[in-house]
């Protein structure tokens, strides 16, 4: 009996070891294949708006769903082409400007924060982080803010890769996308594949709404930025009103984000641009907040304000800035799973789940 209490022991600490040491290696290589994993994700997410626009044509029109899904690559590409005519020629005239801009707003800004003690050792204690190794011979603040712009400069062949990575995979997606999902499914028991089937569609249509929702935002947004930035004489009205709409893809924090570059051209401009572009921002993000997103939320998703904050500083932690853009919709996903699986099948609660 002895010998047997001292097997079983023996037998339940190294399954505990074994479950501590798998749990590390998933970790671990998780660690490893995050920037695989939101390639993946945010080409899912691509796919499903091209599929959503597929589907819209396909009920609208006698089209088969293949010639459905051409006549939706054909729609992009005539869009894309019409927008790089007109959106072109001023970005190509604007970019230039700002960038030569920039240099010249973070030396005002570091002459501010001259004049600002507080705002000085902060600046310092920032690039006492750096190993203080930013430094110079001549007694300046070792945190040089336009040498570390050179970091995502370099960053650029990266994201481009990542991008076509993205659209190339999206397109295999869409090309064949019920047998994708249908290799997925035989990873699921038999007896479960229908209810599995069911998560995945309700997914699907979730991410659809969440993608339109946030298409309503951009458009409010940026439109209405770049038309109030020119009303005020800010230069490169365009292309910060751009950046502002492309911004709003991030739920609260990219409005802050997308409202950064206007507010240093503005600060070249003088210090009553500055207040006068915030205002401008705070009155077109309070509108987008209390008339377009509740319009568009009410088929959209729509997740509250603080969890989605926390999950994007979850996210931001994980994987850096792209794990902040798919943090939103990735929650959406994992927020319609657990709606499903576990408060209906589990707890048999009724719920309204996300996007229905």
Known sequence: MAVHEGSGFVSRVL???????????????????????????????????????????HDRTPLSERWSLVATYLLIVVLMAGAGAVIWPQLSEQIPKFIEKV???????SE??????????????VGDTDGGSGGNNNGDSGFNIPSHLLGVFSTTLGTITNLSLIVLIA??????????????????????????????????????????????????????????????????AFTLGLIAGVA?????????????????????????????????????????????????????????????????????????????????PLAVVVAVTIQLLYVEDVLGEDVEILGS
């Open 171 to 236: 397109i295999y997606f869409t090309l064949s996308p019920k047998a994708y999902v249908q290799n997925l499914l035989i990873l699921v028991p038999r007896a479960q594949r229908k209810r599995a089937e069911e998560v995945m569609q309700a997914q699907t249509k979730s991410l659809r709404f969440w993608l339109l929702g946030r298409l309503v935002s951009m458009v409010f947004v940026g439109v209405l930025a770049g038309i109030g930035l020119m009303l005020l004489g800010v230069p490169m």
């Open 112 to 125: 501010m924060a001259g004049r600002m003690p507080w705002v000085e050792g902060a600046i310092e204690s």
């Open 248 to 328: 709003t893809f991030i739920p609260y924090i990219g409005p802050i984000l997308g409202a950064i570059p206007a507010l240093m051209v503005a600060l070249l401009q003088g210090p009553m641009f500055v207040l006068y572009v915030a205002i401008l921002y705070l009155v077109v993000e309070t509108a987008e907040s209390s008339l377009i997103a509740p319009l568009a939320n009410k088929k959209a998703v729509h997740i509250a304000p603080a969890y989605t904050v926390i999950i994007q500083l979850a996210g931001g932690v994980i994987a850096g800035i792209p794990g902040v853009i798919v943090a939103t």
């Open 15 to 57: 399954t505990t070891i074994g479950l501590v040491v798998l749990a590390g290696l998933t970790v671990y290589f998780f660690g490893l294949l995050v920037e695989v994993l939101l390639v993946i994700f945010a080409a899912v997410l691509l796919a499903v708006a091209i599929t959503g626009v597929r589907c819209i044509i």
């Open 103 to 109: 240099p010249e707003a973070f030396e005002q800004l």
